[in-house]
C-alpha cells in the first residue's frame, strides 16, 4: 500500500476502535485491533473467539512461484480483469541449490522458463507485481518493502507470518483463499483465540531471536497454536530487532498458529526508515497508540488473552530443536547428552545459514563476527558450510561490508537468493540416499525429508551463529556457548559471543532489485499456458456434490503419526509439476506412514487386493470405477506448509471425505475450499475402530448444518457395522462450497 493508503487506514482506526471497544466492553489487544480495522462489516460480524467465523478484508496478498501457479490458475477461473487488492509473485521456490549462485540461477531459468513465462504473463495481464528469480525470498522482500504496522495480508505461503516483525498481521492461507481476495472477496477465517506472550529482561551475549521462537516451541508444541494467534509485547521486546522478530513470527507457523505479531516500536521504525521508507515509519510513530495493545492490555495481560507465556530473555539459554520435529527442543548445553543417550550420528555433515528465516543483515554480521574468530585462531570449518541470503539487498549489502568475503574464506558456499535447501530443493552428492546423517541449519522447518528428500536425515534448527559455531567443531557434542575446541596451535579455544549492528551503517546496498511492474493496460496480454505443457495445466471444474449420502466408501490410506503437508504432497523435484494437477497428484501420500502395513508411501487395492501399491496408483484405479474414497488421519493432520495440493490432489483423484483425530488449520480450510468434506472423531479413539477392509459410510448430508454432528458407519467385511459420531467446522457459506464442488464454483 502507498503512504497516503495507510494513512486513511490509520485515520479510519480511532472511530472503529472506539466501536469495538464499546460493544466488546473492555480494552483490545493489539491482534484484536487489526481485526476491527479490516471487518468487511463490523456491525454484523458476530465476535467469538474459537467459534465465528470472521470476514475480512486484506491490504495485500503474496505469491511465490510453487503455490502462486496454482493460486493464479484457480483466480483466473474467476473471469476478473485486474486484482482487487495490491498483490505480488516472488520466483523464489524453483531455483534448486546445487553448485553455487551463479550456476544455480543459470540452471533454474532454464529449467522453469516457461513457469517464469506463465507467471510473467498473468502477472502483467492481471495487475500484479513480479519480483524476478533470485530478487530475493519471498518473506524477506515482503518485509523489506510491503509490510508494515497494523496492516492484513494474505500470502500462498505457510510462513507469511514473517511480517508480524513488522507489527503485521500477516497469514499464510492456500491459493484459492488469495485468488478469491485477488478477486475482491472478502476473505474469511476462524475468529483466533490468543495467546499473549510476555517477554521481559533483555536478550544478550549467544541469545538471540531464533532462541525464544525455539523454547516457545518446547513450551507450546507443534500444535500449540492451531487457531490461535501469538502477540507478543512487555518490556522485552524492545530488546529484539525488527528483524529478530521477524525471525520469531515467521517460525510461529512451527506452532501451528494463525499468526504472530510484536506490538509497534522504535526498532521498527529504525528499519522502516532503513528500508527506504520514512513515510510509514512516521505515520507509525503519528498514530502509535493504535499499533500497540491498549494499555489495560499491558496492565492486566491475563484478563485478554486466553493464555499467557512469560519469558525472562535474560535468562533464556540458546537452543537447538529436533531431529524431526521443530517442537524437539532444548538448550545447546543439555545437546550433547542427549545425542549420546539417542544414539543420534554427531558428525555433522552440512552447516546452512540464511532462509526467510534468518537472512537479516544482523543475522549475517553475528555469524561473520563467529567466523571471524574462527579464522584469526587459524581454525578451518569441518563441514561444508552453505549461505543463502534472503534478498538481493542483502547480499550487495553483506558483499559490501566484507561478510561474504569471511564466509568464502571458511570455505562457505553462497546460494542463490532463493529457497533451496530450506524446502527441499537441495541436490546433494555428499551423501547415500537413505544414509543416515545429519545437518543444522537456521532454517525453519525440519520434518522428516523437508531438506533433501530423504528422511534418513536429521535436521537440526538453531540460529545462525550458532550454526557457524559448530561448522568449525563439526559435531553436534560442542556447545559454543560453554564448550572450547582445540585450536592448530594445541590450545584450548573459546568463541565470544557474537556481535553485530542490527543494521548497516552505511545503509543497504543496491543491486539489480529484481521487480517489475504490471502492464499499464493487461487487456493485450496473453497469458501463456502451451496447450501440451508438461509443467503447467488449466485448471476444470470440480463435479458438483450429487445431493446423496456417501456410502460404503473404501479407505485408501489410514495415516499413522505426524502427516504434514510434506507427507501428503511432497516438495523437492516435484516443484516441477506444481502447476498441474494431474502430473503431480501423482506423489500423493508418498510420505505418509500407513497405519495398517507400517509401509509409507504404498498400501493395499482396498477393490483388488494388490499389496504395495502407491496410493496415487491406487485412487487413479479407483477413481476410474467411479469410485471414492476415504482418508483416514492422526492428530494435527495437515501441519506444517500452506500447500493446497495436499487437498487438491486428493480431491482429483475421488477423495470425498477425511476424517481425522485434529486438523491443522491450513489444511483445514483447503480442503473445505476444494469440496472435500473435513471431519474430526467426536471420540478420539474412534481412530482405532476403522480397520484396513472396513468400508465409510456418511450419512445425513442432506441435513449438513453448522454446528451438527455427522454420523458415520463403519461396516465390517462381515457385514456387522459400527456408528459413531464426527464434528465439522463448516459455516453455511462453507457448506456452499461443499455442494457447489468447491469454493470457486460457489463464486462462479
Not at 163 to 182: N, S
Not at 435 to 441: F, G, P, W
Not at 521 to 535: A, F, L
Request: proline content about 5%.
Amino acid at each position: 500500500m502507498a503512504a497516503d493508503q495507510i494513512k486513511r487506514m490509520y485515520e479510519s482506526m480511532p472511530a472503529k476502535l472506539d466501536r469495538a471497544r464499546k460493544r466488546f466492553g473492555r480494552a483490545l489487544t493489539l491482534a484484536e485491533k487489526i481485526l476491527v480495522t479490516h471487518a468487511d462489516n463490523f456491525d454484523k460480524q458476530e465476535w467469538s473467539r474459537g467459534k465465528a467465523q470472521l470476514r475480512l478484508r486484506v491490504d495485500r496478498v503474496s505469491l511465490q512461484d510453487a503455490t502462486g501457479q496454482m493460486a493464479l490458475l484457480q483466480f483466473m477461473q474467476a473471469g476478473k480483469k485486474q486484482v482487487a487488492v495490491p498483490s505480488t509473485v516472488h520466483c523464489d521456490h524453483l531455483i534448486r541449490a546445487q553448485s553455487g549462485a551463479a550456476e544455480d540461477m543459470k540452471r533454474a531459468i532454464t529449467e522453469n522458463q516457461e513457469v517464469y513465462d506463465f507467471l510473467h504473463s498473468a502477472a502483467r495481464k492481471y495487475g500484479i507485481g513480479f519480483w524476478k528469480p533470485g530478487a530475493g525470498i519471498i518473506h524477506q522482500v515482503v518485509l523489506e518493502n510491503y509490510a508494515f504496522p497494523g496492516g492484513l495480508m494474505i500470502g500462498a505461503d505457510s510462513h507469511t507470518p514473517n511480517g508480524g516483525g513488522l507489527g503485521m498481521l500477516a497469514i499464510g492461507v492456500g491459493g484459492a483463499d488469495c485468488g478469491e481476495a485477488m478477486a475482491g472477496l472478502a476473505w474469511e477465517v476462524l475468529d483466533p483465540k490468543l495467546i499473549g506472550v510476555r517477554l521481559t529482561g533483555k536478550l544478550s551475549g549467544w541469545t538471540s531471536g531464533k532462541d525464544v521462537i525455539t523454547y516457545l516451541l518446547g513450551v507450546l508444541t507443534v500444535k500449540g497454536g492451531t487457531n490461535r494467534i501469538v502477540e507478543y509485547f512487555g518490556p522485552g521486546a524492545e530488546s529484539i530487532s525488527a528483524t529478530g522478530k521477524g525471525t520469531i513470527c515467521n517460525m510461529g507457523a512451527e506452532l501451528g498458529a494463525t499468526t504472530s505479531l510484536f506490538q509497534f516500536d522504535n526498532r521498527m521504525s529504525a528499519y522502516l526508515r532503513a528500508t527506504e521508507r520514512a513515510d510509514v515509519a512516521a505515520l507509525a510513530e503519528q498514530y502509535r497508540e493504535h499499533l500497540v495493545a491498549d494499555p489495560e492490555v499491558l496492565a492486566d495481560p491475563r484478563k485478554h488473552f486466553d493464555e499467557i507465556v512469560e519469558i525472562d530473555l535474560s535468562e533464556l539459554e540458546p537452543h537447538i530443536v529436533g531431529p524431526h520435529s521443530p517442537d524437539r527442543a532444548r538448550p545447546i548445553s543439555k545437546l550433547a547428552a542427549e545425542v549420546k543417550k539417542e544414539g543420534w550420528p554427531a558428525t555433522i555433515t552440512n552447516a546452512l545459514i540464511g532462509s526467510c528465516t534468518n537472512s537479516s543483515y544482523e543475522d549475517m554480521k553475528r555469524s561473520a563476527h563467529v567466523a571471524m574468530q574462527a579464522l584469526k585462531a587459524g581454525l578451518k570449518a569441518k563441514t561444508p558450510f552453505l549461505v543463502t541470503p534472503g534478498s538481493e539487498r542483502i547480499y550487495q549489502t553483506i558483499k559490501r561490508d566484507g561478510m561474504m568475503a569471511t564466509f568464502e574464506q571458511i570455505g562457505g558456499t553462497v546460494l542463490a537468493n532463493a529457497c533451496g535447501p530450506c524446502i527441499g530443493q537441495w541436490k546433494r552428492s555428499d551423501v547415500g540416499k537413505d544414509e543416515v546423517n545429519t545437518i543444522v541449519s537456521s532454517f525453519n522447518r525440519n520434518f522428516p525429508g523437508r531438506n533433501d528428500g530423504s528422511a534418513a536425515t536429521l535436521s537440526f534448527l538453531t540460529s545462525p551463529e550458532i550454526v557457524t559455531a559448530l561448522a568449525f567443531a563439526g559435531t553436534l557434542e560442542f556447545d559454543p556457548v560453554h564448550g572450547t575446541i582445540q585450536g592448530p596451535d594445541g590450545k584450548a579455544f573459546r568463541f565470544t559471543p557474537p556481535e553485530s549492528e542490527e543494521l548497516p551503517a552505511n545503509g543497504f546496498a543496491k543491486g539489480e532489485e529484481g521487480y517489475e511492474a504490471p502492464a499499464a493496460d493487461g487487456e493485450g496480454v496473453e497469458v501463456k499456458v502451451k496447450p501440451d505443457s508438461q509443467r503447467l495445466q488449466l485448471l476444470q471444474p470440480f463435479p458438483r456434490w450429487d445431493g446423496k449420502d456417501f456410502d460404503a466408501l473404501p479407505i485408501l490410506v489410514k495415516t499413522k503419526g505426524k502427516t504434514t503437508t510434506d507427507h501428503i504432497s511432497p516438495a523437492g523435484p516435484w516443484l516441477l509439476v506444481r502447476g498441474h494437477l494431474d502430473k503431480i497428484s501423482d506423489n500423493m501420500f508418498l510420505g505418509a506412514v500407513n497405519a495398517f502395513t507400517g509401509e509409507t508411501g504404498k498400501g493395499v487395492n482396498p477393490v483388488t487386493g494388490e499389496k504395495g501399491q502407491n496410493f496415487s496408483k491406487m485412487a487413479r484405479e479407483l477413481k476410474a470405477k467411479g469410485l471414492g474414497w476415504v482418508v483416514i488421519g492422526d492428530e494435527n493432520y495437515g501441519e506444517g506448509s500452506s500447500r493446497e495440493h495436499a487437498a487438491m490432489s486428493p480431491r482429483y483423484l475421488g477423495c470425498k471425505v477425511v476424517i481425522v483425530r485434529s486438523f491443522a488449520r491450513i489444511a483445514e480450510t483447503n480442503l473445505k475450499k476444494q469440496g472435500i468434506l473435513p471431519l474430526t472423531f467426536t471420540k478420539p479413539s474412534d481412530y482405532d475402530l476403522i480397520e484396513q477392509d472396513d468400508r465409510i459410510s456418511v450419512t445425513g448430508l442432506a441435513q449438513l448444518a453448522p454446528g451438527k454432528p455427522v454420523t458415520v458407519v463403519i461396516t465390517k467385511p462381515d457385514g456387522k457395522s459400527v456408528t459413531i459420531q464426527c464434528q465439522h467446522t463448516l459455516t453455511d457459506e462453507q457448506i456452499g462450497w461443499f455442494k457447489a464442488g468447491s469454493a470457486l464454483n460457489a463464486l462462479k
